[in-house]
């Protein structure tokens, strides 16, 4: 690699400590002497079982809708695809409380779907499953962006090979497509995790929040800021190391590859 | 190039006009900061400008928020001159710490008050009814003011709920139910009479035994004492009164 140009490094150090040293002020909050207590309370042990439960659910969800997603938008060549691309990645810029309100109206029980879920029987709003939606809709646009763009980096020429020695379309993407994008599936998956973790505004304004049943981390870090605002430093921290553990591992994973 | 000439032009326009901005106003203007609860936005909206407009050249900023929020945000420093919360347990949060004084005014009350989603199509007349299975009950959590008041009707009432949800703010509580996501919610009185149409309001009167005191306070730091106080005796006093009535707030209890 070329040497870089000096002047990079000071506002690449500004962005650096513009990561950091909020990180370092929550730090510097935290009551090391009650942490203990706090962070294994029934209510937090709970909300990070809960959340580690749904994190997990959604991310699954989006590898199962992502990955055909990406293949279509990186494969396929149909009018519209560029404003397909276009308005499936629209989670990534709206607020979560618009998602929020989006998801209420769809899967609410008066909303465009959940109106006939609910004559069969079928009750989204305050559940579990409504944290699960709430996560995917705003975790899909990570895994479906990485996945794509390992799919563009990767081309074709392996998969055409495979194709004129006679394999069939079901056999070259499993055999060839997705063992190249292997790596782009799994940051994506990650980054997917990590934004279901910390999914808060479309939950609160979807979902509810009832300890055990909607109330996940965020959610209950917020309540506790209400009344016991080192607790709720404390539930942070948690939140943080859940997260860095998550970044971490995986990455390291890949770059010891 | 052309552009290239004109920005510095541009610039110079532009700082001229912000220097004249700042001259322009005059001396005498006094900023005032009132941190005020969320159920208190439309009473002290109204509030504020009639103190402006008996006060020239005071101009009256308010940030409404949920009480613990307000509170949070002054121990951190924010700069609050004046700040009314939705209870007395908030308050006193900073008054131990020193940062507010003990035992501030109360200038109103609130109670709670059922609502159910327009036409009360539940057909829900009493409390007692809320602790039905079939019901998807929303109130708030007990950390917050508007759940500690909740927890205490069900304790007066002997009525233990299920809630469906225990939410951070009234507001989520009122909105849950308007939607129709929920088919009743405790929210208070003013809350209910805010959202005049979007809900149908149940009298609870079991909650006349559990109200809110709301109390004011000037903040030891306030930039201008004494238009802080003038700011406070107008809520506390009989136009404060008045208007705060009009929003469905109770008469502060007797000394």
Redo the contacts between chains.
Sequence with gaps: MTSLPRWVWLPAAVGAALVLVPLAGLAARVPWRGLGAVVTSPASVDALLLSLRTATASTVLCVVLGVPMALVLARASFRGVRLLRALVLVPLVLPPVVGGLAL?YTF???GLVGRSLEVLGVQV??STTAVVLAQAFVALPFLVLSVEGALATAGQRYEAVAATLGARPTTVLLRVTLPLVLPGLASGAVLAFARSLGEFGAT??FA????GV??TLP?EV????????DAAVALSLLLVAVAVVVVVATRGRRAAR | MRAARALPALLAGALLLAGCGGSASGAPEQGLTVFAAASLEGAFTELGERFEAGHPGAEVSFSFA?S??LV?QV?EGAPADVLATADTATMQRLADDGLAPEHPALFATNALTIVTAPGNPEGVTSFAELADPGL?V?VC?P??PCGAAARAVQEVTGTALS??????SVT?VL??VA????DAGLVYATDAAAAADRVAQVPLPEAAGVVNGYPVAVLPGAASPRLAQEFADLVAGPVGRQVLADAGFGPPPAP
């Design positions: 209420l609410g029980r008066r709003a305050f609160l304004t509810g929040s009832l300890q909607t109330r959610l917020y309540l506790q800021r209400e009344q016991d605002p | 949920g613990g929020d949070s121990a998807a929303v959590a950390q917050v809630p469906r949800s225990e939410e951070t989520d909105a849950k939607s129709g996501e929920a």
